[in-house]
């Protein structure tokens, strides 16, 4: 059976600082990922999707993640996030099924 | 606007009452979920159907009941409401071709069961 483990379960940071928040799956097989995004109060909107080829991923708003197959990792990255950054952001995994399983979220807070 | 339509955005509920989640999708997608967000758990999937007339379950089905109405519509229904219910209810639907790989969620519907 397919799993995430979003290891960061709230992250404080400052404007302009970096950010990298934590995705691990477990699947034996060929994978798709995705991580997702809430803003306060709305639903869930797509940032970015991996389904083969070049595992360094670029989505919007300047969000990027990279799929390291050996570490069955999938770590979402910003160089400087903004005040509008924050939210809660979702890491999830597809398998051999059109099913979605995701992962517990990491709530992010940037402070100006 | 195209997308993923709930209805209603909140509802309370009595403990034993019943109700039924409406969702309408326009985008003519084949598959259709239901999933429940709830604090500290992500989003756990309640059932889905991959397409008009099935339906199969997901990881949180017991209490729950579904009906693919047609390609659009795909509804959730409580029978017997419990306080356990209490969460937000996310209606979503796919698209497999390459370009729109992915999901598009609705808006939600708060529940709570007093």
């Known amino acids: 059976a397919q799993s995430v483990s979003q290891h960061n379960h709230h992250v404080i940071l400052s404007e302009a600082a970096s950010l990298e928040l934590g995705c691990n799956y477990s699947?034996?097989?060929?994978?798709?990922l995705f991580w997702y995004v809430q803003y306060p109060g709305q639903h869930l909107q797509l940032l970015l999707k991996?389904?083969?080829?070049?595992?360094l991923v670029k989505g919007i708003k300047g969000f990027e993640a990279e799929f390291i197959k050996s570490k069955f990792s999938f770590n979402l990255r910003k160089p400087s996030v903004q005040w509008s950054d924050t939210a809660e952001y979702f890491c999830?995994?597809?398998?051999?099924?059109?099913?979605?399983?995701f992962g517990t979220g990491t709530r992010l807070q940037v402070f100006p | 606007n195209a997308g993923v339509t709930q209805t209603p955005k909140f509802q309370v509920l009595k403990t034993g009452q019943s109700m039924t989640l409406q969702c309408a999708q326009d985008?003519?997608?084949?598959?259709m979920y239901w999933y429940r967000q709830d604090p500290g758990m992500g989003l756990r999937l309640i059932y889905y159907?991959?397409?008009?007339?099935?339906?199969d379950k997901g990881e949180v089905p017991n209490g729950y009941n579904v009906s693919r109405l047609n390609k659009r519509e795909f509804s959730l229904r409580l029978e017997s409401a419990a306080p356990s219910q209490t969460s937000v209810y996310f209606c979503?639907?796919?698209?497999?071709?390459?370009?729109?790989?992915?999901?598009?969620f609705g808006s939600g519907t708060r529940l709570t069961v007093v």
């Open positions: 979503a639907s796919s698209d497999w071709t390459e370009a729109n790989y992915g999901y598009t």
């Open positions: 699947y034996g097989g060929t994978v798709n």
């Open positions: 991996y389904f083969s080829g070049d595992p």
């Open positions: 999830a995994v597809m398998g051999d099924t059109d099913k979605l399983i």
């Open positions: 985008m003519n997608h084949n598959s």
């Open positions: 159907s991959a397409s008009e007339g099935t339906t």
